[in-house]
């Protein structure tokens, strides 16, 4: 009894104990039965979505903390992606759709894989792309053309071809634009080298009109075989056209194929004006001008006087001054169809040195003087000395006279220049004093204080001048 009656005992202490286990195990059997239950409602509402075709209705994540522009996109476009893939393989596991949480690597392909089942389009090779990128270099190389014309790249190439020195050539060719020598030597090599812009240039200077290359080769400059040979004519020589005909026909390989005889005549006056002819020597600098170095003419500067030094009452003088001058302008101007002596600029296409009127021309590097009566005055221009030719429109003139000298046509037809002024006027190198006087010839180089000069006769009225003068003499 008594171990029935403990026994008992011990069932009954026991029995709350363990119904307490079977409900707690029959509750998680519950859930889990409920949680399966669940999962399969929800796979069999996917599989019958993604049978019809559809997408689900949007729902939220089931964490208690949000992030809803990550966790809610993130459901929406992995659900959208199951059922793509669904419909597109066959091959794809269903437990990986109902999963709670893709990984890392999943979100990756979910959020790169395209929304509808198009295959997607092969992507370009690299090397594709590479030689796409070659084919469009040439089209921007085009447009850094625009600097160099035609005319610029023939007037390179014949300059090239003539002196061999690219140096030359920047110095001595007036191009379109102000190219430094940098960019010559880079466009020759281009022309060279790049077959894609030497072809564009060959095809530009093809399309060219022959007037233009005509002027474009008259333009060439001379190379050293070509002034060596004319160097040989003598400058106490009076060489006409003819023999300057004469040398093309005599050497027609030396020279340029574009050179003319007043070509010719021009450059060798050009060589005879700064003595590079082969009689010619340069002349020493005379002995009573000194010649001031750089240590002497600082010695002369007075350090006082370069303080800038604001003067009011000089300021209001050259103000007053300046009027003055601009006023003495406008008079001149207005008095220039009373100049006997007519002064034209020089120009690559000048026009022709004579007329029916002009007896001889003084030409320079900057302007030209026509002499159109029989006795002019050379000097330096002032305003209570007024003269007929103005030396100061050549170049500095502080050391020239006033009235430097005269000069006047005979009968017979000679043209002699007498010298009036201090400093010596030299005439082929050979000086000529104050007070004294010298025939003029044609070519003839005519230096005043370091301002050089050619004469330049008209042969041809010359001529009809000494045959009235012989008609009139018999009589």
Not at 101 to 128: C, Y
Not at 449 to 467: C, K, P
């Amino acid at each position: 009894m008594t171990r029935g009656t403990g026994r008992t005992a011990q069932h009954g202490r026991s029995g709350p104990d363990s119904q307490g286990l079977l409900d707690s195990s029959l509750m998680a059997s519950g859930t889990a039965s409920r949680s399966e239950d669940e999962e399969s409602l929800a796979g069999q509402k996917r599989a019958s979505s993604q049978a019809l075709g559809t997408i689900p209705k949007r729902r939220s994540s089931s964490r208690f903390i949000k992030r809803k522009k990550f966790d809610d996109e993130l459901v929406e476009s992995s659900l959208a992606k199951s059922s793509t893939r669904a419909k597109g393989a066959s091959g794809v596991e269903p437990g990986r759709c109902s999963g709670s949480e893709p990984s890392s690597s999943e979100k990756k392909k979910v959020s790169k894989a395209p929304s509808t089942p198009v295959p997607p389009s092969p992507a370009p090779a690299p090397g594709l792309t590479k030689r796409v990128k070659k084919s469009k270099q040439p089209l921007q190389v085009t447009k850094d053309l625009g600097r160099w014309k035609p005319a610029d790249d023939l007037l390179l190439i014949n300059a090239v071809l003539q002196t061999n020195d690219l140096t030359s050539v920047h110095l001595g060719v007036k191009f379109s634009c102000r190219f430094t020598l940098r960019e010559v030597q880079e466009r020759w090599y281009a022309l060279l080298y790049d077959p894609v812009i030497s072809k564009l240039a060959c095809q530009a200077m093809r399309q060219l009109h022959p007037e233009a290359i005509a002027a474009i080769q008259s333009k060439a400059l001379f190379s050293k075989a070509e002034e060596q040979l004319l160097s040989k004519v003598g400058s106490t020589s009076q060489p006409t056209l003819e023999t300057f005909q004469d040398l093309l026909h005599r050497h027609p390989d030396a020279f340029y194929l574009a050179r003319t005889a007043k070509a010719l005549q021009a450059h060798w006056q050009l060589m005879k004006q700064y003595y590079l002819l082969e009689d010619q020597t340069v002349q020493p600098l005379p002995k009573g001008d000194q010649v001031l170095n750089f240590s002497d003419a600082e010695d002369l500067i007075d350090d006082s006087k370069l303080k800038d030094m604001r003067d009011e009452v000089l300021e209001h003088e050259l103000t007053v001054a300046d009027r003055r001058q601009k006023r003495e302008i406008r008079q001149l101007e207005q008095e220039l169809h009373k100049w006997q002596v007519l002064v034209d600029s020089i120009t690559g296409m000048s026009s022709p040195d004579f007329d029916n009127q002009t007896l001889a021309v003084l030409r320079g590097r900057m302007v030209r003087y026509l002499m159109r009566s029989r006795e002019i005055t050379l000097g330096r221009a002032t305003k209570d000395n007024q003269i007929d030719v103005d030396l100061s429109l050549e170049g500095p003139a502080w050391k020239i006279s006033r009235k430097q000298g005269v000069i006047k046509l005979k009968n017979n037809g000679d043209f002699f220049i007498a010298n009036e002024g201090r400093r010596p006027i030299y005439i082929d190198g050979r000086p000529v004093l104050c007070g004294s006087k010298w025939r003029l010839s044609n070519n003839s180089v005519v230096e005043i204080a370091s301002l050089r000069f050619v004469f330049l006769i008209n042969q041809d009225l010359i001529a009809l001048i000494r045959a009235e003068a012989a008609k009139i003499t018999p009589q």
